[in-house]
Nanobody, 127 residues
């Protein structure tokens, strides 16, 4: 059974940092493009960053220069290092396998038909 579990969320002040983890099981992790997504109330599901099986990365403009995605295939784990956090980063963060284009889908929940998703981890950034 495919399983993705996010962890590492929490509450921080603006300017702080968090490191999110996504542990995966039930598939050949090395072969799969992975993505981090977020959803804030009233907003659409947003692709934050993704990392391909060969290590190519993408970042949303809103997080470029602040967030770093990585993966440790030996641990079946993907990470998102989030620095210089802003209140607008407040959201539930999800990992997904494989990474998909969620533009126009609305909620991350709506994307569950298209790829596998974790339960999410809450990130709250206060000013």
């Amino acid at each position: 059974e495919v399983q993705l579990v996010e962890s590492g969320g929490g509450s921080v002040q603006a300017g702080g940092s968090l490191r999110l983890s996504c542990t995966a099981s039930g598939f050949t992790f090395d072969d799969v493009d992975m993505g981090w997504y977020r959803q804030a109330p009233g907003n659409e599901c947003e692709l934050v960053s993704d990392i391909s099986s060969d290590g190519n990365t993408y970042y949303a403009d809103s997080v470029k220069g602040r967030f770093t995605i990585s993966r440790d295939n030996a641990k079946n784990t993907m990470y998102l290092q989030m620095n210089s956090l802003k209140p607008v980063d407040t959201a539930v963060y999800y990992c997904a396998a494989p990474a998909i284009d969620v533009r126009g889908l609305g909620t991350c929940e709506s994307a569950r038909k298209r790829s596998y998703w974790g339960q999410g981890t809450q990130v709250t950034v206060s000013s």
